[in-house]
């Protein structure tokens, strides 16, 4: 049985700085790549970042992230992480992460390319 569960959300001030990770099990986790979604209140579910399996060296951002997100993985832990820097208000939203249907990150936008998801994290950036 898939089971993937995020961590890492919080409270924090606008600039200020969170990891998220990413812990999944019931797979073979390097095999899959991994993406990381948020959803705002009475927003769509929008994909922020994607990993692709193995070594990870496809790596994608949402425009909105680039220069302040890093997604990393460490697949002997069944470990993905998200780094967020420079946070600001409007990052704020319910995190998930989800497990790919492919090894690479092949239409990582949707929502449908993933098939096991995570519960999510809150993130609120607010002064």
């Known amino acids: 049985q898939v089971k993937v569960v995020e961590s890492g959300g919080g409270l924090v001030q606008p600039g200020g700085s969170l990891r998220l990770s990413c812990t999944a099990s019931?797979?073979?986790?390097?095999?899959?790549?991994i993406g990381w979604f948020r959803q705002a209140p009475g927003k769509e579910r929008e994909g922020v970042s994607c990993?692709?399996?193995?070594?990870?060296?496809?790596?994608t951002y949402a425009e909105s992230v680039k220069g302040r997100f890093t997604i990393s993985r460490d697949n002997a832990k069944n470990t993905a992480y998200l780094g967020m820097n420079n946070l600001k208000p409007e990052d704020t939203a319910i995190y998930y992460c989800?497990?790919?249907?492919?090894?690479?990150?092949?239409?990582?936008?949707?929502?449908?390319?993933?098939?096991?998801w995570g519960q999510g994290t809150q993130v609120t950036v607010s002064s």
């Open positions: 990993i692709s399996a193995a070594r990870g060296s496809i790596i």
């Open positions: 989800a497990v790919a249907n492919y090894v690479s990150c092949f239409n990582w936008g949707s929502p449908h390319s993933f098939g096991s």
């Open positions: 019931g797979f073979t986790f390097d095999r899959y790549a």
